[in-house]
């Protein structure tokens, strides 16, 4: 077992910078009195591997079975040197992970020309594809197109990010046994989502190519618009199957905000609601509704949960088939030409229909498949994760006061020859020792969990639920919430509509009313004898659904999850939680942690049953209280995990850089202890525990310039 070294860091300019939007970020007020022992610690050894361009992620890690390791280079900076200043995929050719080789700990990037590349300790890393890349005859690398294929980006409509920008996941789906062919699917964090299909084939000397020629932009396959297409896809899997599972991070699913409860709202009289994103999604010009919030309540205004998400929509509609609103026509005499608001009509998207676990079956087919697994649930999806039995599913949903939950099919998943035939149970996760938490540093104490079951469906009838709400548009949110007609004053029915929203929740969906009563019923006679008509709840308002039932709603960006693959009883899954703030560090609910604004890292061991109870804390990042005392090489909010076949763990990096003298993210190789010869850890070499004066001073103009530069960091309010 190893304790990193602290270390107050020279550069204090940059430590008061970066240290301003801790708190922000967090929402926990500094405290200098407050320091969580044990934070940063490890339970092993942590090496870094990498460090990525400046502005970027650390996305999409997988190794392949002949050691190649492939990540992605997700929103970086503009001013980094090409190529470094593009979106991209890439791998590191000559370093071979499959053979356990030992590297040299990479050092920290001491230069501006250092932190504007991707950096590896063996090989290099070398892109496959980048942004922009002409993919053929099939458009441009993961852009969206409408059905007459114009490009979604000429649409008006706030965009929830630049097309292309935000590969995420990677996943290798080999066509031959050594794995050296095969297609290359990577996940498009945009909306509207994308999932591209790419050929690649290992070379001479390990060196990969891309036959971009033959590349796919499956948004644009009518299999996948078919189904309303896919939204925010974040990270994912290979299931054990052999399909690749997206997960769709629809950060805009929160239906009341952060700590609120849906019976907390029904029948409050005394102030304005605090409704959270989802119940405006269907509102024209959707992701203003928080500045309309501002505007109509002022003081009493509150945070609306997601409502940035929102962004997207109306872009997601045309790429649907609707008419492109113009948000300049002239509506009525009376109307403002430069202020009015055009609804846009059908089709608009359903947002029942995402925030779902998408598995493209027959991948290797000239089209592949694309199925939802509606029956697991409705969340903002960072991954699945599949076990050996190919029945329990573990989900983590990323954001803030989120859920952790479980899905366990009636037979294994592949048996079903009709996907919309599986049957399951979905179940979230209460955490049962709130004391022993709430009395020791988060390094010290499991979190013991027990699963509440919450229903059980067939993946047809979840659908069928959905399908009901295809044919809610914006015209609707006008028509149904506002007295005024909003053809002769839009503006007035707008606010008419907003107003009777918050009050009253929108009727277009789920009412209040009904998750209530399924949560009486639950209470009172079980998941399995609620009335029909209440069944559809618990998976299409999940997050809400398990708030009312006492479910722990409370874990801050849950993020990336994984297990060996074929994992079976003894293996252990690893959970990554991003920052240790809010829900999981106040004094309320279940969860009652020291805060740890880097995040740490929970393991859990597989039981006989598939069954996990016990997540068991390997890796704590720092607390940052003082961000000038954030060490160099304590691991920073922990994103995506990948666990290779010999039990190790890449852990990729989504960092506020606190008071760290580097402003990049890292992508790092966990050991566990019991790996580590003798079962001690290796302590940290005199490199990776030491930044110079000179390193400090070199990173601080950089640092401040991109401090805030980073516009989807918005992902930390989820």
């Not at 399909?243 to 769709?248: D, F, I, N, R, V």
């Not at 890449?650 to 506020?656: F, R, W």
């Not at 290796?682 to 490199?687: G, R």
């Given at each position: 077992?190893?304790?990193?070294?602290?270390?107050?860091?020279?550069?204090?300019?940059?430590?008061?910078?970066?240290?301003a939007?801790?708190?922000?970020?967090?929402?926990?007020?500094?405290?200098?009195?407050?320091?969580?022992?044990?934070?940063?610690?490890?339970?092993?050894?942590?090496?870094r591997?990498?460090?990525?361009?400046?502005?970027?992620?650390?996305?999409?890690?997988?190794?392949s079975?002949?050691?190649t390791?492939?990540?992605?280079l997700?929103?970086?900076?503009?001013?980094?040197?090409?190529?470094?200043?593009?979106?991209?995929?890439?791998?590191?050719?000559?370093?071979?992970?499959?053979?356990?080789?030992?590297?040299?700990?990479?050092?920290?990037?001491?230069?501006?020309?250092?932190?504007?590349?991707?950096?590896v300790?063996?090989?290099?890393?070398?892109?496959?594809?980048q942004?922009?890349?002409?993919?053929?005859?099939?458009?441009?690398?993961?852009?969206?197109?409408?059905?007459?294929?114009?490009?979604?980006?000429?649409y008006?409509?706030?965009?929830?990010g630049?097309?292309?920008?935000?590969?995420?996941?990677?996943?290798?789906?080999?066509?031959?046994?050594?794995?050296?062919?095969?297609?290359?699917?990577?996940?498009?964090e945009?909306?509207?989502?994308?999932?591209?299909?790419?050929?690649?084939?290992?070379k001479g000397?390990?060196?990969?190519?891309?036959?971009?020629?033959?590349?796919?932009?499956?948004?644009?396959?009518?299999?996948?618009?078919?189904?309303?297409?896919?939204?925010?896809?974040?990270?994912?899997?290979?299931?054990?199957?052999g399909?690749?599972?997206?997960?769709?991070e629809d950060?805009?699913?929160?239906r009341?905000?952060?700590?609120?409860?849906?019976s907390?709202?029904?029948?409050?009289?005394?102030?304005p609601?605090?409704?959270g994103?989802?119940?405006?999604?269907?509102?024209?010009?959707?992701?203003?509704i928080q500045?309309?919030?501002?505007?109509?309540?002022?003081?009493?205004?509150?945070?609306?949960?997601?409502?940035?998400?929102?962004?997207?929509?109306?872009?997601?509609?045309?790429?649907?088939?609707?008419?492109?609103?113009?948000?300049?026509?002239?509506?009525?005499?009376?109307?403002?030409?430069e202020?009015?608001?055009?609804?846009?009509?059908?089709?608009?998207?359903?947002?029942?229909?995402?925030?779902?676990?998408?598995?493209?079956?027959?991948?290797?087919?000239?089209?592949?498949?694309?199925?939802?697994?509606?029956?697991?649930?409705?969340?903002?999806?960072?991954c699945?994760?599949v076990?050996?039995?190919e029945?329990?599913?573990?989900?983590?949903?990323?954001?803030d006061?989120?859920?952790?939950?479980?899905?366990?099919?009636?037979?294994?998943?592949?048996?079903?020859?009709?996907?919309?035939?599986l049957?399951?149970?979905?179940?979230?996760?209460?955490?049962?020792?709130?004391q022993?938490?709430?009395?020791?540093?988060?390094?010290?104490?499991?979190l013991?969990?027990?699963w509440?079951?919450?229903?059980?469906?067939?993946?047809?009838?979840?659908?069928?639920?959905?399908?009901?709400y295809d044919?809610?548009?914006?015209?609707?949110?006008?028509?149904t919430?506002?007295?005024?007609?909003w053809?002769?004053?839009?503006?007035?029915?707008?606010?008419?509509?907003?107003?009777?929203?918050?009050?009253?929740?929108n009727?277009?969906y789920?009412?209040?009313?009904?998750?209530?009563?399924?949560?009486?019923?639950?209470?009172?006679?079980?998941?399995?004898?609620?009335?029909?008509?209440?069944?559809?709840?618990?998976?299409?308002?999940?997050?809400?659904?398990?708030?009312?039932?006492?479910?722990?709603?409370?874990?801050?960006?849950?993020?990336?999850?994984?297990?060996?693959?074929?994992?079976?009883?003894?293996?252990?899954?690893?959970?990554?939680?991003?920052?240790?703030?809010?829900?999981?560090?106040?004094?309320?609910?279940?969860?009652?942690?020291?805060?740890?604004?880097?995040?740490?890292?929970?393991?859990?061991?597989?039981?006989?049953?598939?069954?996990?109870?016990?997540?068991?804390?390997?890796?704590?990042?720092?607390?940052?209280?003082?961000?000038?005392?954030?060490?160099?090489?304590?691991?920073?909010?922990?994103?995506?995990?990948?666990?290779?076949?010999?039990?190790?763990v890449?852990?990729?990096?989504?960092?506020?850089q606190?008071g760290?003298?580097?402003?990049?993210d890292?992508?790092y190789?966990?050991?566990?202890?019991?790996?580590?010869?003798?079962?001690?850890a290796?302590?940290?070499?005199?490199?990776e525990?030491t930044?110079?004066?000179?390193?400090?001073?070199?990173?601080?103009?950089?640092?401040?310039?991109?401090?805030?530069?980073?516009a989807?960091?918005?992902?930390?309010?989820?």
């Open positions: 077992m190893v304790e990193f070294t602290r270390r107050k860091l020279m550069a204090t300019s940059v430590a008061a910078t970066l240290g939007s801790v708190s922000a970020a967090s929402g926990v007020a500094q405290d200098e009195d407050a320091d969580t022992p044990k934070a940063p610690h490890v339970k092993g050894e942590i090496k591997f990498a460090t990525t361009a400046l502005g970027a992620e650390v996305t999409g890690p997988e190794v079975a002949n050691g390791l492939f990540f992605s997700q929103h970086p900076s503009r001013k980094n040197p090409a190529p470094f200043n593009k979106a991209g995929i890439g791998y590191v050719r000559g370093y071979n992970f499959s053979e356990g080789s030992e590297f040299d700990v990479l050092g920290v990037p001491t230069s501006k020309e250092a932190q504007g590349e991707v950096r300790a063996g090989g290099t890393y070398e892109l496959l594809a942004e922009g890349d002409n993919i053929g005859g099939n458009g441009t690398l993961g852009m969206p197109v409408t059905p007459d294929d114009l490009a979604v980006e000429e008006p409509g706030a965009r929830y630049n097309f292309g920008y935000n590969p995420d996941c990677n996943r290798l789906v080999p066509t031959n046994e050594a794995e050296t062919r095969g297609y290359l699917f990577t996940n498009w945009e909306s509207p989502g994308n999932v591209t299909r790419i050929p690649v084939s290992r000397q390990g060196r990969w190519e891309a036959n971009l020629e033959n590349a796919v932009n499956l948004a644009n396959t009518e299999a996948l618009r078919s189904i309303g297409g896919t939204r925010i896809n974040c990270y994912g899997d290979l299931s054990p199957w399909t690749y599972l997206s997960a769709e950060y805009a699913h929160p009341v905000a952060l700590t609120t409860n849906v907390d709202v029904v029948g409050d009289s005394e102030g609601d605090h409704r994103a989802a119940q405006f999604y269907n509102r024209p010009n959707p992701s203003d500045e309309a919030v501002e505007k109509y309540y002022g003081d009493d205004a509150w945070f609306v949960q997601g409502y940035w998400a929102l962004a997207g929509l109306e872009i997601q509609a045309y790429y649907l088939g609707a008419d492109a609103a113009d948000e300049n026509e002239e509506l009525a005499a009376d109307v403002d030409p202020t009015s608001l055009q609804p846009v009509g059908s089709p608009y998207p359903n947002p029942y229909r995402y925030g779902h676990i998408v598995d493209f079956r027959q991948p290797t087919a000239e089209t592949p498949q694309p199925v939802k697994y509606h029956v697991m649930g409705r969340a903002a999806w960072e699945p994760d076990q050996g039995d029945k329990t599913v573990y989900l983590t949903s990323d954001g006061n989120k859920g952790l939950y479980k899905f366990v099919a009636d037979q294994p998943i592949p048996s079903y020859d009709d996907p919309m035939k049957s399951g149970t979905l179940y979230a996760a209460k955490v049962t020792n709130q022993a938490a709430a009395d020791n540093p988060p390094a010290e104490v499991p013991e969990v027990e509440l079951e919450m229903g059980s469906a067939t993946n047809a009838e979840v659908e069928s639920w959905i399908a009901e044919d809610v548009d914006q015209v609707d949110y006008l028509e919430h506002a007295d005024t007609d053809q002769e004053d839009v503006q007035k029915a707008l606010e008419e509509a907003d107003k009777t929203v918050v009050e009253q929740g009727q277009n789920i009412p209040d009313r009904d998750v209530v009563r399924w949560a009486r019923q639950y209470e009172q006679k079980g998941p399995s004898n609620v009335d029909e008509e209440l069944r559809r709840v618990p998976f299409l308002e999940t997050r809400a659904a398990a708030k009312e039932i006492g479910a722990t709603v409370e874990f801050r960006k849950s993020e990336g999850i994984d297990s060996r693959d074929g994992a079976g009883p003894g293996d252990y899954v690893y959970v990554g939680i991003s920052e240790v703030n809010d829900g999981m560090s106040d004094d309320a609910g279940d969860v009652n942690l020291d805060r740890v604004d880097g995040g740490l890292v929970y393991r859990a061991e597989l039981e006989d049953d598939y069954n996990i109870s016990t997540l068991e804390p390997v890796i704590v990042g720092p607390d940052a209280t003082d961000p000038a005392d954030v060490a160099n090489d304590a691991l920073l909010n922990i994103d995506n995990v990948f666990v290779m076949d010999d039990g190790r890449l852990c990729c990096e989504d960092a506020d606190y760290r003298s580097f402003p990049n890292c992508l190789v966990y050991t566990p202890e019991e790996m580590i010869s003798g079962g001690a290796t302590e940290t070499t005199e490199a525990e930044a110079t004066e000179s390193e400090a001073e070199e990173t601080t103009t950089m640092a401040e310039e991109e401090a805030t530069t980073t989807d960091n918005q992902t930390t309010s989820g």
